[in-house]
C-alpha cells in the first residue's frame, strides 16, 4: 500500500508575526481542534485522496523532530479517509478580511481559521503575508466535516 506524506508545522513561518513560535498543530489535531489542513495544488491532492478513499494509500501526518529537512519525521496519525474542497479567497486594501469561497459557497473566515487550528490575525498573516493577496487551493479534511 503506498504512503503520502503530510508535513504539519511545528513553529510559524519566517515569514509569520509569530516566526518560530510553536502553533501547536500537532497537539490540536490530536485533540480534534485542527479539523484540516489547506494546501497548494488541489487537484494532486484530489488524487491523493481517492486513492486514499479508495483504500490503495494511506497519509502518514508527519512533523520533524528538530531541524526541517536535517532531522528525522515523526509520525502523528495516519488518515485512511480524506475529504477534499476547493477553496479560494483574496485580500487586499479594499477587503482586508476575505471571504473564503469553498466549493463555490461563501464561508465564515472565523469558523475556517478555526477549524485549520488558527486565530483569525495567525491565518490571516499565514496566508497573506504581505497584508494582501490570492490564494486557490484545496481544503484536506481529517473529519467528515464539510463546509
Known amino acids: 500500500m503506498r504512503t503520502y506524506r503530510l508535513m504539519m508545522s511545528q513553529v510559524f513561518p519566517c515569514t509569520h508575526n509569530r516566526s518560530g513560535e510553536s502553533t501547536g498543530f500537532p497537539k490540536k489535531l490530536k485533540e480534534g481542534k485542527k479539523r484540516h489542513t489547506i494546501r497548494g ?18 497519509l502518514s501526518v508527519r512533523v520533524w523532530e528538530g531541524r526541517p529537512y536535517r532531522s528525522k519525521q515523526l509520525e502523528i496519525m495516519q488518515v485512511t479517509k480524506l475529504g477534499t474542497q476547493r477553496i479560494s479567497m483574496s485580500c487586499d486594501i479594499v477587503f482586508p478580511l476575505p471571504t473564503p469561497c469553498i466549493d463555490g459557497r461563501d464561508a465564515d473566515i472565523y469558523t475556517v481559521a478555526a477549524n485549520d487550528g488558527l486565530d483569525l490575525p495567525d491565518f490571516l498573516d499565514w496566508f497573506f503575508p504581505n497584508g494582501s493577496g490570492m490564494y486557490n487551493g484545496v481544503v484536506l479534511h481529517f473529519t467528515d466535516f464539510r463546509y
Open 41 to 58: 495544488n488541489a487537484e494532486w491532492w484530489e488524487q491523493v485522496a481517492a486513492e486514499i478513499n479508495a483504500g490503495e494509500a494511506v
